[in-house]
């Protein structure tokens, strides 16, 4: 399997659940990505890992909670969401900025709708 | 402040015809590095070119090719004979400065009709 893979594709989930999004990567890069589209609004970064440290964090509400146990996975802890954190939640990776080559390459995303 | 703006916001055109999408971006790097997405209805971004700010040369890859002039500050990307698998909504985004960050224009969905 090549690229970068998400699951699950489709998440329905109520206000009191806790989930986890995942997110591999096959392709040797050291950073990782979460951002948030929601609809008509611009890609929203929301964490950065470089080399399995979280170097940028956006002012994410804690109700969203990282966790990069190496290189290769990424996850997005999720509980007590609220209806408007409904929305496409993509995962990137990329060589660290410092080795140049800077494009990130994204999964299919997560579409995810919180009842 | 760094900054994208794409500022048409949907176009729609027929089968054959060229189209080109606007990107003008803001920094105050002297090095940096633009980029364009498509992202079809799939959902995935799937990236199309790099240019980094030291290189204006216009690239031309198949039906694509990108127009980059530093002195306007912009980076446009015209499809000459669209089809309609060129359907989807384009990004545009900026890295500059020293950080794993991508600042994305809020995209230009493109319609093509046969």
């Known amino acids: 399997e090549t690229g970068v893979t998400q699951t699950p594709r489709h998440l329905v989930m109520g206000m009191t659940n806790k989930k986890s999004l995942k997110c591999e990567q096959h392709?040797?890069?050291?950073?990782m990505y979460w951002y948030k589209q929601s609809a008509k609004k611009p890609l929203e970064l929301m964490f950065v890992y470089s080399l399995e440290e979280r170097v940028e964090n956006n002012s994410v509400p804690s109700r969203f909670s990282p966790e990069c146990p190496n290189s290769s996975h990424l996850f997005l802890h999720l509980h007590t969401l609220q209806p408007e954190d409904s929305a496409l939640y993509l995962c990137?990776?990329?060589?660290?900025?410092?080795?140049?080559?800077?494009?990130?390459?994204f999964g299919q995303g997560t579409r995810l709708t919180v009842v | 402040a760094q900054k994208v703006t794409q500022a048409q916001t949907e176009i729609s055109v027929v089968e054959k015809e060229d189209v080109t999408l606007d990107c003008v971006y803001e920094?105050?790097?002297?090095?940096?590095?633009l980029f364009w997405y498509k992202q079809p209805p799939s959902g995935e971004l799937v990236f199309l070119i790099r240019?980094?700010?030291?290189?204006?040369q216009n690239e031309i890859s198949g039906r694509y090719s990108w127009n980059f002039q530093k002195s306007t500050s912009s980076f446009n990307f015209t499809i000459t004979a669209s089809q309609v698998v060129d359907s989807a909504v384009y990004f545009c985004a900026l890295h500059s400065g020293g950080y794993n960050k991508l600042i994305f224009g809020a995209g230009t969905r493109l319609a093509v009709h046969p």
């Open positions: 990137a990776s990329s060589q660290d900025w410092r080795q140049g080559h800077t494009e990130a390459f």
């Open positions: 240019r980094n700010s030291f290189d204006e």
């Open positions: 920094t105050r790097d002297t090095t940096y590095y």
């Open positions: 392709l040797g890069h050291n950073a």
